[in-house]
């Protein structure tokens, strides 16, 4: 079930934290690492040196430009955070994520500078915290080892098509909202850049924390669609 977890770099400013991260889930079974908006191309040498004997997995990482795009084939999202945010975002335990009935689930990680940003968090379902002393922060490579390492000691449940009904998808999510984001910019329900973005946070908080199932943000979906013609 190791191939059901993506793990997502979100623009990584090392090489070398790319490829230390890169070795950190090669050495725990995992294949999956996602990049997005790298400051360095990738693969580069010091990524690749860096990666050690599992440089050959570095032609499976992918690149995007940005969280929506990285996230689009996953059901559930997890974002990374030592800072207490002031959201109403669950915060979910390492240990409770093998528990998420879910084909397949995404663990975002900041950069190494600034962490992540209110916005990218808020495109998460789940706030994942690794406490430490003080609330210092780990090495980003050090952070996605230790995740790793944890997540390869759980056994995941095997997905029951009968009991995913909620919480709606990531992927709807971002889907639905991108759309009525695009329909209020058309009827310039806003034109500051600052409303907009916290709009937008607020209207995915609330679909994420609503427990709207998947069933029902089609349904709200197709209907918006029909009224917007």
């Known amino acids: 079930m190791k191939k059901k977890i993506q793990f997502i770099l979100n623009k990584p400013q090392l090489s070398e934290n790319v490829g230390m991260s890169l070795r950190s889930i090669g050495c725990f079974g995992f294949e999956n690492l996602s990049l997005i908006n790298p400051r360095k191309i990738w693969p580069n040498e010091k990524g690749l040196k860096s990666a050690k004997h599992f440089s050959s997995l570095s032609k499976k990482v992918k690149t995007y430009k940005s969280i929506p795009e990285a996230m689009k084939d996953s059901d559930i999202l997890i974002a990374t955070t030592v800072r207490k945010r002031d959201f109403h975002i669950p915060s ?17 990680f900041g950069q190494e500078n600034n962490g992540l940003t209110n916005k990218e968090i808020s495109h998460a379902n789940y706030i994942l915290s690794i406490p430490t002393k003080s609330n210092s922060s780990l090495n980003l490579s050090h952070t996605v ?9 759980m056994s995941f449940s095997k997905i029951s098509s009968s009991k995913i009904v909620t919480p709606a998808s990531a992927k709807d999510i971002e889907k639905f909202l991108s759309f009525l984001m695009k329909i209020l ?25 609503s427990k709207i199932d998947q069933k029902q943000i089609k349904t709200v979906y197709g209907v918006l669609k029909f009224i917007t013609k």
């Open 92 to 108: 979910i335990k390492l240990q409770d994520i093998s528990k998420l009935n879910r084909n397949k689930i995404s663990i975002l």
């Open 145 to 153: 080892a230790l995740i790793a390492y944890e997540l390869s000691q």
């Open 185 to 209: 910019e058309k009827r310039k329900f806003t034109s500051i850049s600052s409303k907009r973005d916290n709009l937008e946070i607020s209207l995915r908080n609330f679909l994420k924390t």
